[in-house]
Nanobody
């Protein structure tokens, strides 16, 4: 599975961005999909995840109420809608795929990763 993120950029605090993650090579329709981020000098951290059906989603506390993860299995694509962005959201955002649905928040349980897209929020 190849994953490609898009939609990052520079935005002012309070603004919005929508990230997309397009998968190729195999259907991700049965995979748990996640978004992670990594700021300079920090470890990669969990942001959000969605199970294969889309019925269950998980978020880290700092983005609850501001970010929404969704998926379109017909398009083999996952999205992350980000609103009310804060400077502390600045990071490289990565899309990841977990074929086995083993747990949404652990970096090590995701087998496939994209190259990342930069999100910069100015104050």
């Amino acid at each position: 599975v190849q994953l490609e993120e898009s939609g990052g950029g520079l935005v002012q605090a309070g603004g919005s961005l929508r990230l997309s993650c397009a998968a190729s090579g195999r259907s991700i329709g049965t995979y748990t999909m996640g978004w992670f981020r990594q700021a300079p000098g920090k470890e990669r951290e969990f942001v959000a995840a969605i199970v294969w059906s889309g019925r269950n989603t998980h978020y880290t506390d700092s983005v609850k109420g501001r970010f929404t993860i969704s998926r379109d299995n017909a398009k083999n694509t996952v999205y992350l809608q980000m609103t009310s962005l804060k400077p502390e959201d600045t990071a490289v955002y990565y899309c990841a795929a977990d074929p086995w649905g083993r747990g949404p928040e652990r970096v090590t349980l995701y087998d496939y990763w994209g190259q990342g897209t930069q999100v910069t929020v100015s104050s």
